[in-house]
């Protein structure tokens, strides 16, 4: 295959993430296809922050039940994705001519993609997670990684220091941005500097520490355990990138809940945003109805959905129906979830397709909670709740 026009930076995108800390709601799909905030996918964050950074071809790459992923992503035309040259292409493992094999992890995903990048004969690389929700410009970070005429940068964001033993951390020199060292979720943090998982490469020297990398069987074959500790140990200019606005890893039930109230009140996550929009593939359908029964406060409400009930503080996606009589407080309700008459859903997320049976009972229904104390109960996707069924507090069911 002859080269493709060459690009200054691509991005690949890891979205072969099994989630399973969501439990139920990534039985059947990856993570990054997980509805958000009312019309959104969760992929939909970084897919539109590379268009919104001038980054035009992207790889994505997909691996647990990566179905449902590769039909909403088609060929990228709600992200300006559709192109001759450049776009989007979805990437899953392949079998070559002597072998095939699944990722083994983050650098051997991209290591078995590197004809890819090649065929684009990139300057830069950005490497990005597809389970984030945030805004961001990955031009700014490329400008300062050419100023500090990096081999890498990577972004970070400051974390309370009893967190920090959850993410990867990055220690800088004195008075600098340059890392001199990383710890992958150690045990004793020596900062509060904590990796995005958002990284920019200089594509040459990327491209052999992940051929060595490959040709080490003790290798991990992963950024933060391997790759990066390398390059450090061999004196490699490594900076950090401060990212300061709103970022959430949506990687469990309370903090995707979390992250949907956050679009839900609009502070620190604003989707309102003319000048850095978050794309979307929506379905045309028809605007949503608000029945002379139905009370609505403070809720985002896609289109397709009918209320009969009264809905508070919550998130509904589209397609939805809410039946007389019911109840829906501090919920999020994804595509096509059907609450019957008189169901009582609180401080809960049900999953697409689902059906709470009339008069059931879901989430904190039975015992108030406090301020902060709320603990999230899940429907899973396409389930049938009986009619007169309870799901408590903290319960899955599914």
């Given at each position: 295959?002859?080269?493709?026009?060459?690009?200054?930076?691509?991005?690949?995108?890891?979205?072969?993430?099994?989630?399973?800390?969501?439990?139920?709601?990534?039985?059947?799909?990856?993570?990054?296809?997980?509805?958000?905030?009312?019309?959104?996918?969760?992929?939909?964050?970084?897919?539109?922050?590379?268009?919104?950074?001038?980054?035009?071809?992207?790889?994505?790459?997909?691996?647990?039940?990566?179905?449902?992923?590769?039909?909403?992503?088609g060929n990228g035309q709600p992200?300006?994705?559709?192109?001759?040259?450049?776009?989007?292409?979805?990437?899953?493992?392949?079998?070559?001519?002597?072998?095939?094999?699944?990722?083994?992890?983050?650098?051997?995903?991209?290591?078995?993609?590197?004809?890819?990048?090649?065929?684009?004969?990139?300057?830069?690389?950005?490497?990005?997670?597809?389970?984030?929700?945030?805004?961001?410009?990955?031009?700014?970070?490329?400008?300062?990684?050419?100023?500090?005429?990096?081999?890498?940068?990577?972004?970070?964001?400051?974390?309370?220091?009893?967190?920090?033993?959850?993410?990867?951390?990055?220690?800088?020199?004195k008075n600098s941005k340059q890392?001199?060292?990383?710890?992958?979720?150690?045990?004793?943090?020596?900062?509060?500097?904590?990796?995005?998982?958002?990284?920019?490469?200089?594509?040459?020297?990327?491209?052999?520490?992940?051929?060595?990398?490959?040709?080490?069987?003790?290798?991990?074959?992963?950024?933060?355990?391997?790759?990066?500790?390398?390059?450090?140990?061999?004196?490699?200019?490594?900076?950090?990138?401060?990212?300061?606005?709103?970022?959430?890893?949506?990687?469990?039930?309370?903090?995707?809940?979390?992250?949907?109230?956050?679009?839900?009140?609009?502070?620190?996550?604003?989707?309102?945003?003319?000048?850095?929009?978050?794309?979307?593939?929506?379905?045309?359908?028809?605007?949503?109805?608000?029945?002379?029964?139905?009370?609505?406060?403070?809720?985002?409400?896609?289109?397709?959905?009918?209320?009969?009930?009264?809905?508070?503080?919550?998130?509904?996606?589209?397609?939805?129906?809410?039946?007389?009589?019911?109840?829906?407080?501090?919920?999020?309700?994804?595509?096509?979830?059907?609450?019957?008459?008189?169901?009582?859903?609180?401080?809960?997320?049900?999953?697409?397709?689902?059906?709470?049976?009339?008069?059931?009972?879901?989430?904190?229904?039975?015992?108030?909670?406090?301020?902060?104390?709320?603990?999230?109960?899940?429907?899973?996707?396409?389930?049938?709740?009986?009619?007169?069924?309870?799901?408590?507090?903290?319960?899955?069911?599914?």
């Amino acid at each position: 295959m002859g080269k493709n026009t060459k690009k200054e930076c691509i991005a690949m995108l890891l979205a072969g993430g099994q989630g399973t800390r969501l439990g139920v709601l990534t039985s059947n799909v990856a993570k990054p296809a997980v509805p958000f905030g009312a019309k959104y996918r969760i992929i939909d964050f970084p897919l539109s922050n590379s268009i919104n950074s001038g980054i035009d071809t992207i790889g994505v790459l997909t691996q647990y039940r990566p179905f449902e992923l590769h039909q909403y992503i088609g060929n990228g035309q709600p992200w300006d994705l559709d192109r001759l040259s450049g776009g989007i292409y979805v990437l899953p493992p392949y079998m070559g001519a002597k072998s095939g094999e699944w990722y083994k992890g983050t650098a051997n995903a991209i290591y078995q993609n590197i004809d890819f990048i090649d065929n684009y004969n990139p300057e830069y690389v950005v490497i990005l997670s597809g389970d984030h929700i945030y805004k961001m410009d990955y031009h700014a970070m490329l400008k300062e990684h050419k100023k500090n005429n990096a081999d890498c940068t990577i972004a970070v964001r400051e974390v309370p220091i009893q967190e920090a033993s959850r993410f990867g951390i990055l220690n800088l020199k004195k008075n600098s941005k340059q890392i001199e060292e990383f710890e992958e979720k150690p045990k004793q943090p020596k900062s509060t500097k904590a990796s995005m998982g958002i990284y920019i490469f200089t594509w040459a020297k990327l491209r052999q520490y992940l051929i060595d990398d490959e040709n080490d069987k003790t290798s991990e074959n992963d950024f933060g355990k391997n790759i990066i500790p390398k390059m450090i140990a061999d004196n490699q200019r490594l900076f950090a990138y401060q990212f300061d606005d709103y970022w959430k890893d949506v990687g469990t039930i309370s903090s995707l809940w979390e992250a949907n109230m956050d679009v839900l009140y609009g502070k620190e996550l604003n989707l309102d945003d003319d000048k850095w929009k978050i794309y979307a593939r929506n379905n045309a359908e028809p605007p949503q109805f608000i029945a002379p029964t139905g009370k609505v406060s403070n809720c985002l409400i896609s289109e397709g959905t009918v209320v009969k009930g009264t809905v508070k503080n919550s998130v509904i996606s589209n397609s939805v129906t809410i039946g007389e009589g019911a109840y829906v407080e501090e919920s999020i309700i994804m595509p096509g979830a059907v609450i019957e008459d008189g169901a009582d859903v609180r401080y809960a997320i049900v999953g697409w397709n689902a059906r709470i049976g009339k008069n059931a009972m879901v989430g904190e229904t039975l015992e108030p909670c406090k301020p902060g104390e709320w603990k999230i109960a899940v429907v899973a996707p396409n389930y049938n709740l009986p009619a007169d069924a309870v799901v408590g507090p903290n319960e899955m069911i599914g």
